[in-house]
């Protein structure tokens, strides 16, 4: 049965109904429920769209919408997309059964597109069948510690952990972009014989899809239908300073006086964790910090801005504990076990998803840090990152169960930042995130590999992530520099990587030197991680790279204002030459921004690489003015001391 209501296209067999509508320009939102029931949901990572009139008709075995660039037909139950041109883009994957003629055709081997398997105590488990195409590619889906780029032949956990951000947003080299619009656990896989989208615990089937000419085409409709990314600021363009804990104010001011003295322009460092009285009190703890303001005054003198660690954890000897538990701020638990955080098992976490939490701690925030004289905040624990994982039925949100909608958190946990800076009169937020669900981006989310290893396996891996998350709409991306774990400054080995690392780094939409470094606590202090404690050698390599990473600020702004209208900053080969049939194969290099095409040395001794060159253009290596004609591959030098970066031209 199908009906046209308020714009919309209605199916409807037996309770099951679906709603398909117009959803910006070239685009349809589809939803679905088992029960009947339209649900706005609310926690959804779309915008409000802007009014659309579709072509919407019923025929004799099915119906048709048309919205500019993309077309849906129904036949029977069963739905497809098409663009503009009657080219089929993807559909539903229906076996056995099909109620595409007047009488049903049936198979021994029975299995329809929507499968709802009704949950004890109410809900529902979705799985949601889609067709497979030969040499598809698939492009997106957030950062999993894989180091694949495209998504074909993956499955993938729609679930928020440390160095997995679930960002459930996929680009198809068939021309069309898809985010599953569910915020539940689940699983995306996309097989060879089809794909499936599932979600543990859900009420609604809901799904944004848009139709594209180019990947830009698309991801800028996405852009419009999520959120655009803000303006990054301009400290948050240059070199960061980190390393697993700077203990004290003195020790800080140290290390950026020391950074000033020698000319390096340093922009922004960064205190990390246990800086506080407690977990949950939200401000420094003055036996080590002081005086905060008469630091970040200094600090601001030498032109650096200083960045903290906030974490979503709060423990029982917290002076916010007890009114935060009665009025119901926290993480809760639904099966009569505690809330517990795995780096302590004695925490548990707020609630980010409530209003009033988000109220109640960014009037803590405010009062103890940005009126001090803090701008910059480093979200750590974004998941949270909980000790019994696989366990999600234990625990509950304001906006509801784990299950149905915890991967909301990290997006809710940067909005709580975003929100309350801009209610201040904070230009331009950047809050650094360890994850991010669809639609963090429009929260000033610069989101982190997480507690990356320092090996080449673990640096590799970036290279593709770095452009995963591009593709899946998250423009502002960064990893710690070396990796997190591990790194022994008087190896050799460690050193090379991280100057490959640092190297490529230069060329990140933001760059950051983090780790926590082997090596005994001297004078109470972590093994230093600033970049005079490598050597001579490592260090002039690393000072140079970081005035050029400040001499290109010019190109570096006017590639963030790309990137709030949609383009991001690193992009793959074929959303910049998507006509070249190579740029979707060549997973480990990047443009960054529109002119500069960026080739890793990802190997340990290698001093020379090989490297594709996107045709259409040509290009001139920037370091000795050579020229290349595009569409050729080429062996390019590269010594200890530089990557190869080519310029469009």
């Known amino acids: 049965m199908f009906e046209i209501q308020d714009g919309r296209l209605v199916y409807g067999f037996e309770r099951e109904r679906l709603w398909v509508e117009p959803w910006g320009e070239n685009s349809v939102r589809v939803r679905g429920a088992k029960d009947g029931v339209l649900r706005e949901n609310e926690v959804g990572a779309l915008d409000k769209a802007k009014p659309v009139t579709a072509e919407i008709r019923i025929t004799e075995d099915g119906a048709v919408l048309k919205n500019g660039r993309i077309e849906v037909r129904f036949r029977g139950p069963e739905m497809t997309f098409y663009n503009d041109r009657g080219e089929e883009l993807t559909g539903e994957h229906w076996q056995g059964i099909s109620l595409q003629k007047p009488e049903p055709i049936h198979d021994p081997l029975l299995y329809p597109a929507r499968v709802w398997r009704r949950l004890p105590g109410g809900g529902w488990r979705l799985q949601y069948r889609m067709k497979a195409y030969e040499g598809e590619k698939l492009f997106g889906m957030g950062q999993y510690d894989d180091g694949i780029l495209d998504r074909k032949g993956s499955s993938l956990e729609l679930r928020q ?193 409530n209003p009033e939490t988000r109220i109640f701690v960014w009037d803590r925030v405010k009062k103890n840090y940005l009126d001090k004289g803090v701008k910059l905040f480093w979200l750590d624990c974004a998941e949270p990152e909980v000790s019994i994982p696989e366990d999600m039925f234990l625990y509950s949100y304001a906006a509801g169960p784990v299950e149905k909608i915890g991967n909301i958190y990290p997006r809710d946990y940067a909005k709580l930042f975003y929100e309350g800076q801009k209610a201040c009169g904070v230009e331009n937020p950047v809050s650094l995130v360890r994850c991010a669900w669809a639609g963090s981006q429009k929260y000033g989310a610069l989101v982190w590999s997480g507690d990356i290893f320092t090996t080449w396996k673990a640096f590799r891996e970036q290279i593709a992530t770095s452009q995963s998350m591009a593709m899946a709409g998250i423009p502002w991306w960064t990893s710690d520099i070396g990796g997190f774990i591990d790194g022994d400054r008087d190896d050799e080995g460690f050193r090379e990587l991280l100057l490959r690392w640092f190297e490529w780094a230069t060329y990140c939409p933001v760059m950051r030197m983090h780790g926590a470094r082997a090596g005994k606590r001297e004078e109470g202090k972590d093994p230093p991680n600033e970049i005079w404690s490598y050597g001579e050698e490592a260090y002039g390599i690393m000072k140079a790279h970081i005035e050029k990473r400040e001499a290109m600020r010019p190109y570096i702004r006017k590639t963030m204002r790309e990137a709030e209208a949609g383009d991001p900053p690193v992009r793959p080969l074929f959303y910049s030459f998507p006509d070249d049939p190579k740029a979707w194969e060549t997973p480990f290099e990047h443009m960054f921004g529109s002119d500069l095409l960026i080739v890793p040395v990802l190997e340990p001794g290698a001093r020379s690489v090989t490297a594709y060159l996107p045709a259409g253009c040509r290009w001139e290596d920037t370091r000795d003015g050579a020229v290349y004609k595009g569409g050729s591959t080429v062996e390019l030098a590269a010594p200890l001391e530089s990557i190869p970066v080519l310029k469009k031209i």
């Open 161 to 353: 952990r440390n160095k997995q951000a679930s960002v459930p947003f996929v680009i198809s080299s068939r021309g069309y972009g898809m985010l599953w619009n569910n915020p539940a656990v689940g699983r995306a896989t996309f097989a060879e014989n089809g794909t499936i989208w599932e979600a543990d615990s859900t009420d609604t089937l809901d799904y944004w899809i848009t139709a594209g000419d180019a990947p830009s085409d698309i991801l800028h409709a996405y852009f419009d239908a999520a959120g655009h990314a803000p303006m990054m600021s301009e400290a948050a363009m240059g070199f960061w300073q980190c390393k697993l804990r700077y203990a004290t104010q003195d020790e800080l001011m140290e290390v950026a006086r020391e950074y000033h003295a020698r000319g390096i322009p340093l922009k922004v460092i960064v205190i990390d964790f246990y800086h506080w009285t407690a977990h949950g009190d939200w401000k420094f703890d003055p036996a080590c910090w002081p005086d905060p303001e008469g630091m970040c005054r200094e600090l601001r003198e030498m032109g650096i801005e200083l960045a903290v660690s906030i974490w979503p954890t709060v423990e029982r000897k917290s002076e916010n504990y007890k009114e935060m538990r009665e009025k119901g701020l926290l993480m809760e638990s639904d099966a009569g076990v505690p809330c517990c955080i795995l780096f302590d098992e004695s925490l548990t976490a707020i609630d980010v998803t």
